[in-house]
């Protein structure tokens, strides 16, 4: 009898342990320098439903003119030129570009994939919060 008194009293004990460490932990406070910092993307002033729209284009040339003789041809903006690299910015449809580009015969345009997977990632970021 008295052995079932002693493992009684140790369950006892043990839950009450339990339980009590239980309620403390929700009431313990945060060290925010404790939490793994997720990085985000942040918003800027400029970050509007349009700019989420836009597409950013490469296509090689030879200098600056014949880089805006490409966007003349696309009806696109070129943003910059660099080392034979024009970026374009558009609202348009990229396939459809590339399609007006291959039946013109025009300069070849690729979708800059940097820019694109970055656009897809904050996509779904937005999507999820």
């Not at 970050?47 to 003119?65: G, K, P």
């Not at 805006?68 to 910015?89: N, P, R």
């Not at 570009?97 to 970021?125: C, F, R």
């Amino acid at each position: 009898m008295h052995r079932i008194g002693g493992v009684l009293f140790g369950v006892l004990c043990i839950g009450m342990f339990g339980s009590l460490l239980v309620a403390c932990n929700g009431r313990q406070k945060l060290d925010e320098s404790s939490l793994q910092q997720v990085p985000q993307f942040i918003e800027t002033e400029d970050s509007t439903e349009e700019r989420m729209n836009v597409t950013e284009l490469i296509a090689l040339a030879e200098d600056q003119t014949e880089a805006e003789k490409i966007a003349e041809l696309y009806e696109i903006e070129l943003s910059s030129f660099s080392d034979g690299i024009a970026v374009y910015t558009t609202d348009k449809d990229p396939q459809e570009l590339m399609e007006l580009g291959d039946n013109n015969g025009y300069p070849a345009l690729t979708v800059n994939s940097n820019h694109y997977q970055l656009k897809k990632i904050s996509e779904v970021t937005d999507t999820n919060q």
